[in-house]
T-cell receptor
Framework: SQQGEEDPQALSIQEGENATMNCSYK?????LQWYRQNSGRGLVHLIL?????REKHSGRLRVTLDTSKKSSSLLITASRAADTASYFC??????????FGTGTRLQVFP | DTEVTQTPKHLVMGMTNKKSLKCEQH?????MYWYKQKAKKPPELMFV???????INESVPSRFSPECPNSSLLNLHLHALQPEDSALYLC???????????????FGPGTRLTVL
């Protein structure tokens, strides 16, 4: 399969804690993106990191990319109940094609 | 307008029916996508249209027939589907990759399809 793999598959934390999820992929990429999906709904783009970038921040999100290890991580700081969702990484190898990872289901308890 | 709309939200159809899913965006994006998503799985790419031309078909069975009538609309025509085709069908749009290295995709809310 061309899919990336994410771990953990599921993560449960308390509000205020940090959540870290990891993504590994198999081929060289142009960029890597993270998306959030609330239950049974469309995906929302969170952040994009280019292959020549190592770290990027957006609000409470921090993404790192290690192209030598073909891996990325998403850190959500000071989590909130509203962060409860599934999170997918997606890699772009061809410019119009995204390949999604297996996803991490995050549950944040109030 | 930064929204991708999809109709209908829910669709139940028999295996002999013909139906269509519709997707619309007014962001000026010239790349549009259909994805299929089964429960607790990631979206799987089905088709990509770039500048209203089919550029990627991920070996999708012919019972799914995409159409891009203009730069804002994308249809997915369904015929003789199987129960295993029941899934959430997502439409997305973006700038084609050739314009920039950013190809952030904007997703619609999806159509929940049930095939009986």
């Amino acid at each position: 399969s061309q899919q990336g793999e994410e771990d953990p598959q599921a993560l449960s934390i308390q509000e205020g804690e940090n959540a870290t999820m990891n993504c590994s992929y198999k081929t060289s990429i142009n960029n890597l993106q993270w998306y959030r999906q609330n239950s049974g709904r469309g995906l929302v783009h969170l952040i994009l990191i280019r292959s020549n970038e190592r770290e990027k921040h957006s609000g409470r999100l921090r993404v790192t990319l290690d192209t030598s290890k073909k891996s990325s991580s998403l850190l959500i700081t000071a989590s909130r109940a509203a962060d409860t969702a599934s999170y997918f990484c997606a890699t772009s190898t061809r410019t119009d094609k995204l390949i999604f990872g297996t996803g991490t289901r995050l549950q944040v308890f109030p | 307008d930064t929204e991708v709309t999809q109709t209908p939200k829910h669709l139940v159809m028999g295996m002999t029916n013909k139906k269509s899913l519709k997707c619309e965006q007014h962001m000026g994006h010239r790349a549009m996508y259909w994805y299929k998503q089964k429960a607790k799985k990631p979206p799987e790419l089905m088709f990509v249209y770039s500048y209203e031309k089919l550029s990627i078909n991920e070996s999708v069975p012919s019972r799914f027939s995409p159409e891009c009538p203009n730069s804002s609309l994308l249809n997915l025509h369904l015929h003789a589907l199987q129960p295993e085709d029941s899934a959430l069908y997502l439409c997305a749009s973006s700038h084609p990759g050739g314009l920039a290295s950013y190809n952030e995709q904007f997703f619609g809310p999806g159509t929940r399809l049930t095939v009986l």
